[in-house]
């Protein structure tokens, strides 16, 4: 157990709906990052949140937005879901802004958009 | 954009074995980390190599790292069949703050 939780487990919405997921980091850690891990590839960054900040961000279009709290947890939100949005969704945190140490990541969120 | 290659990308052996897979990347990295996921489900963290080290262990896991080639390699020894998983390794290349996933190592381990 890595200590990194995330909600809902899964999640099923339709196209052009809204979507709100959530992560709590594990205790310690500032900085938190997202994925999105389609089937059968690896898992594409989308953003990092270092101190209730944002710090960098993947080749995924404005629809995909996030926050991270004062008690460092997160929140992935995409807008308008299209088909193509299904995947798993991982969160990592670790205690360092950027990569110099170990990224945890939690059990991730699997969505299916219809 | 950058992200590492794992070769062979499906590998079956018998319980007992070792198995062997290796990793390419593009750029100079800060640090190389390793991981493992189980059937679809979140990745477990194996192994963060730095830049600076050659070769790290943890328990049944041996990684190595040749900055020259720009290559890893990830050994189970004494593979067990919970060792089933998909392996990926994930380059952190300077001055970005991505782990850059291949589509990672489809392990079989048969009893």
């Known amino acids: 157990e890595t200590g990194v939780t995330q909600s809902p487990t899964h999640l099923i919405k339709t196209r052009g709906q809204q979507v709100t997921l959530r992560c709590s980091s594990q205790?310690?850690?500032?900085?938190v990052s997202w994925y999105q891990q389609a089937l059968g590839q690896g898992p594409q960054f989308i953003f990092q949140?270092?101190?209730?900040?944002?710090?960098g961000r993947g080749n995924f279009p404005p629809r995909f937005s996030g926050l991270q709290f004062p008690n460092y947890s997160s929140e992935l939100n995409v807008n308008a879901l299209e088909l193509d949005d299904s995947a798993l969704y991982l969160c990592a945190s670790s205690s360092q802004r950027g990569l110099q140490e170990t990224q945890y990541f939690g059990p991730g969120t699997r969505l299916l958009v219809l | 954009s950058q992200q590492g290659e794992e070769d062979p990308q499906a590998l079956s052996i018998q319980e007992g074995e070792n198995a062997t897979m290796n990793c390419s990347y593009k750029?100079?990295?800060?640090?190389l980390q390793w991981y493992r996921q189980n059937s679809g489900r979140g990745l477990v963290h194996l192994i963060l190599i730095r830049s600076n080290e050659r070769e790290k262990h943890s328990g049944r896991l041996r990684v190595t790292l040749d900055t020259s080639k720009k290559s890893s390699s990830l050994l189970i020894t004494a593979s067990r069949a919970a060792d089933t998983a998909s392996y990926f390794c994930a380059p952190a290349y300077y001055g970005n703050n991505r782990l850059a996933f291949g589509k990672g190592n489809q392990v079989v381990v048969i009893p």
């Open positions: 750029t100079s990295i800060n640090n």
């Open positions: 949140y270092y101190r209730e900040e944002e710090n």
């Open positions: 205790s310690g850690h500032n900085t």
